[in-house]
């Protein structure tokens, strides 16, 4: 089993170079699933009903999000509808949406941490109860841990580790370079990084972000310009186990 995830798509930069580059790679790895955070898709913070299937019809087959999955409320209904998209498990059970889906053979699931972030059920033990409770629970399961602090996403994957087939942070827009194997057999990264403008502050035009952090006057931020970074992570999953036997870091630029 050939997986691919992608970095935080950011705004319509993000969005093309999905469009252009995701078919290359589905051909060069081979790959059985793609799934891409879209949180920040929409003008560069939440996600739409328009820009989810455009992801959809890129070649995402399962979309991830993280805190900022409510900016756009016309999204909210069809998070409990036919769109394999997930908000993190780890809201209260009220919630709309879900925080896992079964696809292609993998159970994905997205959860989020809560250091520096908010006020949310304890992902660990969300996770927990998961496997515990998952019926048939099938060989291949990918995590998306959309999270602020390093040490949490490192804890969450050494917690995880022998239990699924790979933890990937999201969240930072930042791609890490720890990108291993742990001993229990999941595949591990920091952070996968974003699919936006290179010269950018993860994502968003760079005067502007210096500009609020000298007034601190709260702002919409803009989308950057120019050439875009794409950043994936590719894990190969053995069938049998459900252990990850690779991982590899893909970087592509988009002009």
């Not at 290359?24 to 059985?32: K, M, Q, S, Y």
């Not at 992801?55 to 993280?66: A, F, K, R, W, Y």
């Not at 990918?142 to 804890?155: G, P, Q």
């Not at 969240?171 to 742990?182: E, F, M, Q, S, Y």
């Amino acid at each position: 089993m050939k997986l691919l995830m992608i970095g935080d798509i950011i705004g319509k930069p993000g969005r093309k170079a999905v469009k252009e580059v995701l078919p290359v790679l589905r051909h060069e790895f081979d790959i059985n699933l793609v799934i891409g955070n879209g949180e920040n898709a929409a003008g560069g913070i939440g996600l739409s009903l328009s820009t989810s299937r455009e992801l959809l019809d890129s070649g995402i087959d399962v979309i991830t999000t993280g805190n900022h999955v409510w900016t756009h409320k016309e999204i909210i209904p069809f998070l409990d509808g036919s769109l394999p998209i997930l908000r993190p498990l780890n809201y209260p059970p009220s919630t709309p949406g879900r925080g896992h889906l079964y696809k292609n053979g993998v159970l994905v699931v997205n959860l989020m941490g809560r250091t520096f972030l908010g006020n949310f059920d304890c992902p660990f033990r969300a996770m927990d109860q998961l496997l515990a409770n998952f019926e048939g629970k099938p060989k291949a399961i990918i995590v998306d841990f959309h999270a602020e602090a390093t040490s949490e996403k490192v804890a969450m994957g050494r917690y995880l580790d022998g239990r699924v087939s790979a933890v990937l942070g999201t969240h930072t827009h930042v791609g890490t370079i720890d990108a291993r194997i742990l001993p229990g057999g999941t595949a591990h990264v920091t952070d996968v990084g974003m699919v936006g403008p290179a010269e950018s502050v993860i994502g968003d035009d760079i005067e502007e972000v210096i500009n609020r952090f000298l007034t601190q006057i709260p702002r919409r931020l803009s989308v950057g310009r120019g050439r875009v970074n794409f950043d994936a992570i590719f894990v190969e999953v053995n069938d049998s186990t459900g252990e990850a036997v690779d991982i590899k870091r893909i970087q592509r630029v988009v002009d």
